[in-house]
């Protein structure tokens, strides 16, 4: 495509805009259990006002926009209340989950530079099931990953034990999930802060999918272990804002137990033609809607709201759970949060994906074991029953050897 020579009517574009989205998954019906968290149209609205009102203005001048730099203070603030972070803790918002775990894995790295650790040849140690951000950033950094396996018990747990065993002098971070995303699991934080206390090493626990749902499903009387800054051999923590904070896209946030690990985090540079300039992250302009979307919806929620959400998704994926039980499938581990995991005995895990994709559901799947997958949100408890009776025709479909394109010529 070549630009235009003349520009044309907003009206005939925008009408084109909404036409291309034709093709796109249906998430406001609720079939789509990955890549959006929808908590309701009433959050949407707050999410694209909210965004809105502040679109223009850059977080990375808080002197220029003060009301940004107060706003993200206060959403911090209430991220580190609800992760029992110490007086003293801090943190930034970042784009997501990728920029604040490139974020948490410089700064270890920084503050190991500044311990007497090697310079060179640093290593992490996280369990198989760890998000592959870690791998991303570990390539920027020229940072060795050591991938260790799971538990063998079934549980879809790190291995704290063997992980202690990959551990050694060039080790600058220990990675634990709350929970992980392959199989919604969290991982024995607490005995991973034991191995990272005994060999002094930073232990950063990646709550991108758990951080801002975990705290809510506990006062719900959910059984979550301590996952947080409750244990205190953790030094950093991820938690995704547009995840289950049910914020506008890109919101994260980056946390760390004092401002002494915060500080090897920020870039500043004078020595150049232009202003001395300090970065808190790695991003010079930050979008100032996306502060300002998330400081909206936390206020507008509250902590009632967020138990209501979150109790919401919990029953909901109580519901499939007992459904998919009932069906004959195997629940990976013992899920507690929104993500969940399951594989049939009888049917190719990809045959039934294809199968439910033709019925019009647009979810994930899993590799290691190979497991259909999803990420629930608030409006799947509308659409739990019809994604249950659709999943027992597939399978009554992939047992009999029904090619997906034949069930997609039957729901069209």
């Not at 013992?334 to 594989?343: D, H, K, M, Q, Y």
Request: some cysteine; hydrophobic content about 45%.
């Amino acid at each position: 495509m070549k630009m235009p020579q003349q520009g044309r009517d907003w009206d005939e574009l925008r009408a084109e805009m909404i036409a291309r989205g034709g093709g796109d998954v249906d998430w406001r019906s609720g079939k789509t259990a990955v890549y959006v968290f929808n908590a309701g149209e009433d959050i949407h609205h707050v999410q694209h006002e909210a965004y809105g009102m502040f679109m223009a203005e850059n977080g990375l001048g808080p002197l220029a926009f003060p009301s940004l730099a107060q706003m993200e203070k206060e959403v911090i603030g209430m991220a580190l209340g609800l992760l029992h972070a110490p007086e003293g803790a801090a943190g930034a918002m970042t784009s997501g989950g990728t920029d604040s775990i490139t974020m948490a894995l410089k700064t270890a790295r920084d503050f190991a530079r500044a311990n007497a650790k090697p310079l060179t040849d640093h290593n992490i140690v996280l369990p198989r099931s760890a998000h592959l951000a870690f791998d991303k950033a570990a390539h920027l950094m020229d940072i060795a990953v050591r991938r260790v396996p799971l538990k063998g018990d079934g549980s879809y747990e790190a291995d704290a034990g063997a992980m202690a065993e990959a551990v050694d002098a060039s080790t600058i971070m220990m990675v634990g999930s709350a929970p992980n995303f392959p199989h919604g699991i969290i991982d024995p934080i607490a005995a991973l802060g034991d191995v990272a206390a005994a060999k002094g090493v930073w232990l950063h626990v990646d709550a991108c999918v758990g951080g801002y749902f975990a705290p809510f499903a506990r006062m719900n009387g959910v059984a979550v272990p301590d996952f947080d800054f409750a244990v205190p051999a953790v030094h950093s923590m991820s938690a995704d804002l547009h995840k289950y904070g049910y914020c506008a896209k890109g919101a994260s946030t980056v946390l760390f137990r004092s401002e002494a690990l915060y500080k090897h985090m920020p870039f500043s540079m004078r020595d150049w033609s232009g202003a001395p300039m300090k970065t808190p992250t790695l991003a010079g302009t930050r979008p100032g809607g996306a502060i300002s979307a998330a400081w909206a919806v936390m206020n507008v929620l509250g902590v009632d709201g967020y138990r209501e959400k979150q109790g919401l998704v919990c029953a909901t994926r109580e519901k499939i759970e007992a459904g998919v039980k009932a069906l004959g499938f195997e629940v990976l581990g013992r899920p507690l949060l929104g993500l969940i995991a399951f594989r049939h005995p009888e049917a190719e895990t990809l045959a039934l994906y294809a199968a439910m994709r033709a019925r019009g559901w647009f979810t994930s799947f899993t590799a290691e074991p190979a497991s259909l997958h999803l990420m629930l949100s608030p409006k799947h408890a509308e659409v739990a029953d019809a994604y249950l009776a659709d999943l027992a025709a597939a399978l009554v479909d992939v047992k009999a050897g029904v090619k997906a394109e034949k069930v997609e010529a039957r729901y069209s």
